[in-house]
């Protein structure tokens, strides 16, 4: 988190060396006359959201530069003096030394000089003993320079004000600056000076938008000494470059410098005004700072006398300002909802992100054959916005960079000739910023996107559940890699839809965006793939990662601040961060550890038989289910019963996330044995199953049992209700099973010990399986229960070559890395075993103590 707290805490200085720059003050001297005239640019006229400053307007805005680069803002104070932030020259608890720093005076553009522009060396840097760290105050600086400023048209003192001097709250002060001008974004060439008018904030409307969990669910406490300038609104605001750069507001026809730029979270953030250090608490500082220095800086009495009682004027209350993007009335008329119309083609959907500016697939818009010209008949492009009357003109296209080869990238903007008037509708969709993290099970819904058909009938659900991070990237093919963190990008998005697809209805081949709703506001989360088949799309592409891109281009769309914080009781840490391996039929056997859902065991299948009785089954595979011979076909009966079985559903009690799914068995298969009643089943399904954390296959060891795995019987406690529970066992290996039950099993039995007071955990009629968990994570089905026992089972692995024969797709591991049993010793069993079957955990414990005695 802490990363993101560093990113977010825009310290708005680029970095730099340590050294000695303590600089004593020197003799000292009375009070100096305040004979500088200070506060008044020669032509008395008049960053993120700023404009080009006119030449001349900021006659004390210096540039702060380290190796000719900039690096911060300042203020020109006295011809010797500049004020500027501490942070700007203090790294990692060090002063930098002064030599490495110089002061250019009297620019606009930082690549063009105008006259009278000059740049000084710095004797001195000047910070507060007890300077320490942004968030902590204090931040200020104060540099001597090596010789004095030469005073003039274009570089002249701003005045300071004194301890006393008070600036009224709402009142509009500008700040200046040559730093980036979105959030990751510098300023152009040729890095004109921008200048932006921000209201000073009381400190109790300051302090209330910044005790409401901004992003990362931050939170600031303001201190003494510091200031805010902004918009609850944000969009106007300082940015990184902006450091040490005055704050200056005009009173009786002079600038005062009520602040210094510090820091601010994120830049133009909501709720989020812009931290500055208050220069007029510093006054004592700044004087003793400057003693003998003539003309030290001016503090001129204030024009008006600050009346005395509560400062903050009353009617400012603290209007936390909510976002102006993302209301939809009703779910599905989407106020943003844009058509593209391009003559000859069908109708294109995108979606409005500003007044003037509409989102949708650049694939619309690419010409197949002609994909390197540009699109043709711009002209006659019109788009469709809700509640507009007539259809919108279309002044420019911008496609993504990568939009022809990369389906994540598959974007462009569209200008519209003239911006709309924002309301009800149109109004624009919220866009997530990058580090935005859609929590698991944030409520989603599907919307139209580029050329998408319309849902295929009234009854499609539209709405889903965003899947965990886990899952969308452990289902979805990024097996091995690591999870991204909240906050750093996901790869990808996954709803979850509530039930499954109704038979017939068709989705075509079309895109779809997926809108997440966090209180009440919808962002345009992600965009998908051409959806394959019938099927509704499982993985989008999620947009947080084109924020940049798209404010750079429209320099104004709706990004907007998470707004949910809320993880529920499961939280974040229950993941784990890497996803097992695939098989080359996808992925099998994932369960998040530990299990966040509870009850939920993906491949645990009912299997309904004839209405008479539900016996456990797992799936193999998307069409197919493994049980229990003796469970599902009753012995002596002829005929095939009529067989369901259910996924994703624990009982009668809906499991918290996924669908349920319900299909039809077609058929029995089961393996040629001669002599043998076979003992497992393969239960073929009417439909296959699309795999989601509800119904997942769960995957297959090729004979042995894992090394190292732990190992479970998975059943119910009660067969009514079935709610699923799982026991500890240990396998024994051959010998001591065979020395235990004496001969009398079948080949191919597996028996195991149950830990301490797990006997009873599971029931035995409906034929519980026997599943391991591997060192790789992957969950393994290793056995089905024989008929009325509860510690002997019918192992999958001598079964491999049928299963795989009858199951194409079955997920068998593959068999590298896994050793069978180990070799064994003596074929002797003790000889009193047979004489104490009737404790197993006896028997066993003398059996392992056997070949130590033997030893
Ligand atoms: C910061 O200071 C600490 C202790 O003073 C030192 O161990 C560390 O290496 C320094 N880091 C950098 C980046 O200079
Ligand atoms: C620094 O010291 C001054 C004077 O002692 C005090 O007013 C100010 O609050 C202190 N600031 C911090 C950040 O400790
Ligand atoms: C968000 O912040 C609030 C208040 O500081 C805190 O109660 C809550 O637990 C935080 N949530 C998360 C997910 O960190
Ligand atoms: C401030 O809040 C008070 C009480 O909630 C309310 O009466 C007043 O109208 C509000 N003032 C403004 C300017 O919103
Ligand atoms: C386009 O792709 C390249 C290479 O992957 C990447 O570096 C660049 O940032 C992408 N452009 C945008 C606008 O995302
Ligand atoms: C925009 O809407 C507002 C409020 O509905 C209205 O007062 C204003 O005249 C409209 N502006 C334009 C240019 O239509
Ligand atoms: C969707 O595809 C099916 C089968 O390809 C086709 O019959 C149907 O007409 C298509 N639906 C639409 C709305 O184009």
């Avoid at 993120?48 to 680069?69: E, I, K, R, T, Y």
């Avoid at 710095?122 to 507060?128: E, F």
Wanted: aromatic fraction near 8%; charged fraction near 15%; hydrophobic fraction near 35%.
């Amino acid at each position: 988190m802490s990363q993101h707290l560093l990113l977010l805490l825009v310290i708005l200085a680029i970095s730099p060396i340590p050294g000695d720059s303590q600089d004593s003050a020197l003799s000292p001297t009375p009070e100096e006359p305040e004979d500088l005239d200070c506060g008044r640019p020669e032509p008395s006229a008049r960053i993120v959201g700023g404009s080009d400053a006119q030449p001349g307007s900021w006659p004390w805005q210096v540039s702060l530069q380290q190796s000719g680069g900039h690096i911060c803002g300042g203020s020109l104070v006295a011809p010797s003096w500049v004020l500027s932030a501490a942070h700007c020259f203090v790294k990692n608890g060090t002063l930098e030394p002064a030599t490495e720093w110089s002061v250019l005076l009297g620019v606009r553009s930082q690549d063009g000089l105008l006259d009278g522009a000059h740049v000084r060396a710095v004797a001195a840097i000047l910070v507060p003993d007890n300077y320490s760290s942004v968030e902590l105050g204090a931040d200020l600086a104060l540099l001597r320079l090596a010789s004095p400023a030469q005073l003039g048209p274009a570089v002249r003192p701003v005045c300071l004000p004194r301890a006393s001097h008070r600036f009224a709250h709402g009142a509009a002060c500008w700040a200046t600056g040559w730093g980036d001008i979105q959030e990751a974004e510098h300023l152009p060439l040729p890095w004109v000076l921008q200048e932006v008018e921000l209201r000073l904030l009381g400190e109790d409307a300051c302090q209330c938008l910044y005790s409401r969990p901004g992003p990362f669910n931050l939170t600031f406490q303001l201190l003494p000494g510091m200031l805010c300038a902004g918009y609850p609104g944000g969009r106007r605001d300082t940015c990184q470059g902006d450091s040490g750069g005055p704050l200056v507001c005009e009173e009786g026809g002079r600038w005062f410098q009520a602040g210094i730029t510090s820091f601010g979270f994120g830049c133009g953030r909501r709720n989020r005004p812009g931290v500055f250090t208050a220069v007029a608490p510093y006054e004592a500082w700044i004087r003793e700072q400057v003693i003998g220095s003539e003309p030290g800086p001016a503090f001129p009495t204030q024009s008006w006398e600050p009346q005395s009682g509560p400062w903050e004027p009353r009617d400012e209350n603290c209007t936390i300002a909510l976002p102006e993007c993302g209301k939809a009335p009703r779910p599905e008329t989407w106020p943003w909802e844009a058509q593209v119309m391009v003559p000859g083609s069908r109708p294109c959907h995108g979606a409005l992100v500003s007044e003037s500016w509409v989102l949708a697939p650049a694939s619309c818009f690419l010409d197949p054959i002609n994909s390197d010209g540009p699109p043709r008949d711009r002209d006659n492009w019109r788009v469709l916005l809700p509640s507009r009357p007539r259809a919108e003109l279309v002044a420019r296209l911008v496609l993504h960079e990568n939009a022809s080869w990369d389906d994540a990238s598959d974007l462009a903007l569209l200008q519209l000739r003239a911006p709309v008037n924002l309301s009800t509708a149109p109004r624009p969709v919220c866009l997530p910023h990058p580090e935005h993290y859609f929590l698991p099970r944030s409520r989603c819904r599907l919307a139209l996107w580029g050329r998408g058909e319309p849902a295929p009938g009234p009854n499609s659900r539209l709405e889903a559940e965003l899947l965990s991070g886990w899952w969308c990237h452990c289902l979805y093919g990024r097996q091995g890699a690591s999870v991204p963190p909240p906050g750093d990008a996901p790869h990808a998005l996954c709803p979850a839809y509530q039930e499954e697809e109704e038979a017939g209805r068709c989705w075509n081949y079309s895109h779809r965006s997926l809108l997440c709703q966090e209180e009440g506001t919808w962002f345009l989360a992600g965009i998908s793939d051409l959806s394959s088949g019938c099927l509704r799309p499982r993985v989008f592409h999620p947009l947080q990662t084109h924020g940049p891109w798209i404010s750079h281009v429209t320099g104004g769309a709706y990004l907007e601040d998470q707004l949910n914080w809320d993880w529920g009781p499961e939280g974040e840490e229950t993941e784990t961060r890497t996803c097992p391996p695939h098989t080359e039929h996808g992925a099998c056997g994932l369960r998040p550890e530990p299990a966040v859902m509870g009850v939920l065991w993906p491949w645990l299948a009912e299997v309904h038989v004839a209405g008479d009785r539900v016996c456990t089954g797992i799936l193999v595979a998307p069409g197919w289910v493994l049980a229990a011979t003796h469970c599902v076909l009753r012995p002596g009966s002829t005929t095939v019963p009529y067989v369901e079985v259910y996924l994703g559903r624990a009982g009668d009690s809906p499991l918290p996330q996924g669908h349920q799914v319900s299909r039809l068995v077609i058929s029995i298969r089961l393996p040629r044995h001669l002599g043998l009643r076979p003992r497992l089943a393969l239960l073929e399904l009417s439909s296959r199953v699309e795999p989601s954390p509800s119904a997942l296959p769960i995957c297959l060891h090729p004979g042995g049992i894992p090394v190292g795995a732990s190992c479970w019987v998975l059943g119910w406690k009660d067969p009514r209700d079935r709610v699923p529970v799982a026991a500890a066992v240990s396998i024994l290996m051959p010998r001591l099973c065979h020395c235990l039950y004496q001969g009398i099993l079948p080949p191919g039995t597996l028996c195991v010990l149950y830990s301490e007071g797990q006997e009873d955990r599971c029931e035995v009629t409906s034929a519980p399986p026997l599943l391991c968990l591997t060192k790789r994570r992957s969950w393994v089905l290793t056995g089905m229960a024989l008929p009325g026992s509860r510690e002997l089972f019918a192992a999958i692995g001598p079964e491999e070559a049928w299963i795989s024969q009858t199951v194409g797709e079955a997920h068998f591991l593959p068999p590298s890395g896994y050793p069978h049993w180990p070799p064994e010793g003596s074929d002797l069993c003790p000889p009193d075993m047979a004489s104490a079957p009737g404790s197993p955990q006896a028997a066993v414990f003398l059996l392992l103590l056997t070949p130590l005695m033997q030893g």
